[in-house]
């Protein structure tokens, strides 16, 4: 026992001596990825471990991080939240308590992002959703951005859009009930549509549920319902069964889709049957200029594939986080100042040149920025077709 | 009536998937008496697998080392991939269920379920997160009958089901295998003392489920051209659904079974708004069952776990 | 086979020995070295970490970084067993004189008393080891949330005997329902406005909140409950599954409750007294529930309904308080979850959901309330631990489960009887 007590002490003495030894040297700043690596929707993950990957190899190229004079090392946390509500709360608290990242980027969907926002605010850490579009994973925090549009933007975008390419009247949209990106947007598209063409003018307003693949008897109500344009936000691989159903079913006229169609798979999964058909957008990767070809092409060497708008976007919003900590001055390494000064600093970004476009966040923390209409061209590139800002 | 029999024929694709993926289900349930909740994730492997078979087949035939027409490629990668799935399947009963044959059927549902994610992260490891494509093997050709659309790939996908769901039938009917499993679906403690194996057959009869799921995959593969690592898992619960529903070992009850489940949907969607579908199909079958309180073939036999 | 003998004794000596050293330790000992060690975490935690290479306090016994970083693995171990394991067995061995006369001490008194006791330093010990991070709490407070809904599962899947997928449904209910009862009469927000009653009375009507879900999720039992009395096993197995997906898509319609975009900004009343108040509770009752009567009638009606018929139990009426019982507490829950995260959405309740707490219920051992907070304590905390391994952990934990099930296929810890008395009894005197 004696040893035991000894021992203890002898931790104690030696522990108060050197514990202030590790002070100095410049602290590693740390960047939080909370992504659903497994669960439902794997390849989200994917899309941002791999641009958070690519980001911070630029970063380690340059030698660390240069805020104001003083090059920083920078490390990546990249936790996977299973793509469940709880653990995107676990890991976000995991990476602010333990780790003591600086931001986080993520989670991407608002099942996740709308709680583990929460404790983002409550611990007084920024975080970025680069893909939330629940105007709930913003509202009221001043500490949780956001980096792609709210819906309430795009669907009178493509409401529009349609209305001066085609000229119709009858509109039909199909989307999933049980997911709230595709049914927020479906909603706002029907509210713009009905604004512009008079109630019951969407004439066929059809869902189903997550993981189904037969939406045939669905598309047999829209195509009997006699409308004149299919309208569906949803996500690529539901797009290529979709697009493909309503053919076989005998329909012909145009569909038009969301940013979320905006993933190489589409075409590669939807081949032919896809081509021809217009979707907005964040940023078109056929004849793409500039930083956001060099992205698209630096990706698709690396990983195999054209990045879809989950990388393009956790990109991005790596990017102003880096802009953010960098137009701090510096950092004082006290981790709770740090954290409210890059707060500040993210919700001062002006006009932003991402490569999804420009941004500038309202007060809410949500960015403005333009959309983009693509045409998929008939060797089924993505092509810019015209460009709607707000 | 046009819309109807359109939605007819939607519902006869559909529910064939059903019916497939129910029928290997309820080979395990109905003979040995387990819920195979791996089934869902044998049915993605046999499509993957199938995927793997038809695209290196596809290879093969593009530089030349063998020609043949797609349709026969088809046919290779059904069958091949009925053989190795089949194989996967008596893996997996080896694994999770041989050591499990006398203790609580629960036990075995869970290890199928354990199984089951093992095989989707497997999967999601080896091949990462991308969904592939299912090469396109058949030229899709859309006939206009008075207003009804019906493709050939429609057509192709309710024949072969329903010609493996005959041959099943025979086999379960004709054969002495088949007779064997028959018998264990009867009394699972007297057949082993008339000589007969029960690893044998309980073996066999996860081959032929998962063969049976493979063609599913494969089909599956061929009408909704998209594979993901977790596809299989809504299958599966449905597939425990159907087969239940269906009677225990019934071959016919859980083609029915299949059929009606997948009728359900579609007409439900149909009729009523679909943002409701799964609200009302789900309640239909709620009210089946609480008046037919043992499915539609089942014998009213007291079902209890064994504790 | 002489030299196997002699490896074995080996073991069995160290076994022996070991035994004999921690046998006279009653729980009360345990408890006072684990509050021993929680203090010295609080007071030489952080220097001990330090000194011992690592980064800070190793928040879960060392795992979460010692899987990420190999290097730091003998230094978790070391920390591990210096704060935790040592102390633990040391104290707990030094007091035993101490501890064990006032556990004799306290069971003179009414049983109450000696529970309470032994619960309060059990809060304590939690409480003040969760202090250190709020990652702690957080896990606690999940890893309680899920031993109360393991439990109210075991009852119909372990004691009746039922194979029943329909607990998330039932959580479901129970999480909706807590979280409009305590919006609209204590919250200010979005979808209801203006609360209807002070949000001053908010915390203290919580409960209040918390057994409306339960109410509603036993309301929703009834659906399951009634087609039960005649037709049992599978095809209840079934109907179960049909409720969940029932639950599942008529929330997703509601409108008024967010739909698919699910219902946010609950109140922050979920603390971890409050949940840890509520999980005793659960267990407690629970506990009392299957060890009366009418735990007895339900295990009756799984071995033998017929039997059970013609020993005068009431089948229906055991059926029906079983299925509404459990219900109830997985509201509770639910309601519990959903002010934790302050925020619900349906597709939280889905079939991933079902796979976890069955795996939970089946792991920890069916009948047996020790082996459903065994199951669910153990599961939800490896669940962290092993965070580091990503996406390698869904093929660790599935294959510890195959494992499990084939060594032990009735779980854990199955068919055992959580005696309270039995577990706070003085073990017997040290001889020294």
Redesign the interface.
Known sequence: MRKGLFLVVVTLVVGFIFSPCTWGAPKTIKIGINAPITGDIPKVGEGTKYAAQMWLEDIKAAGGLDVGGTKYPVEIVIEDNEAKAESAVTTNLKMITEDEVLVIVGPQSSKQAVPAGDVAENYGTPMISPWSTNPDTTKDRPFVFRGCFLDPFQGPVLANFIKEEFGFTKAAVLYDVASDYPKGLAEYFKEAWEKINGKGSVVAFESFTTKDADFSSQLSKIIRSGAEVLFTPQYYNEVALIVQQAHELGWSNPIVGSDSWGSAETVELCGKNCYGLFFSTHYAAAGAKGKTQEFIERYEKKYGYVPDDVAALTWDSLGIVQAAIQSTGSLTGNIEKDRQSVRDAMAGVKEYEGITGKMTFTEEGDPIKCAVIVRISEKGEFEFYKSVCP | MIFFLQNLVNALQWGSFYALIALGYSMVYGILMLFNFAHGDIFMVGAYIGFGVATGLLALVSTGMITAPNWMILVLTILFSMILTSFVGMIVERVGYRPLRDAPRASAAITGLMIGIILETGNLILLGARRVSFPALIQTETYNLGGVYITNKKIMIVVVSLALMLALHQFVQRTKWGMAMRAMAYDYTVVPLMGVSINTIARLTFAIGSALAAAAGILFGVAYPVLDPYMGIVFGWKAFVAAILGGRGSVLGATLAGFLLGFIEIFVAMIFPSTLRDLIAYSIILLILVFRPHGFFGEPYSARLRL | MAENNGGGSVWVRTGQILTAFFSPIPLLGWLSGAVFAIF?EH??G???A??LGLP?IP?LFGF?IALKEPTLIPGAIAYVS?IFV??IC?IGR?SSPVTNLVAEKLLKLPLFFSVVFHVGILYGVLHFWSDI???RV??LK?TLIAVMMTLSLNVI?GYM???SCSHPGFMALGAYAASVFSLVFFTKDRIFGEPLLSPVLGPFMFPLALIFGGMVAALGAM?IA??SF??????L???S???M??V???I??LEVVG????L??QPNWANLPTVFIWTVLCIWIINNFVRSTLGKALNAV??D??AADAMTVNTRRTKMVAFLFAAFWAGVSGGL?AHV????????FG??KL?EV??MV??GG??SVYGSIVGAVSLSILG?ML?PL??????FI??L??LV??YR???LIAFKEFDVRSIVHPRKRDKE
């Open positions: 010295l007071i030489i952080n220097s001990l330090v000194l800070k928040v979460v210096l040592i102390p040391i030094l991070s709020p990652y957080l896990t999940l899947n005997g039922e194979f659906v009634i087609p005649r037709t049992r096993g599978d095809y197995a079934i109907i599954l049909a409720f997906f029932i599942k898509s008529m997703e319609n739909g698919p975009r699910g946010s900004s799984r071995d309904e017929m979850f995260l302050r925020y619900v959405n349906p597709s939280t079939l991933q796979a069955l795996a089946y792991f069916l009948n962290e965070r990503e996406i390698y952990k869904w093929i599935p294959l489960l195959i099930m084939i296929p009735t779980g």
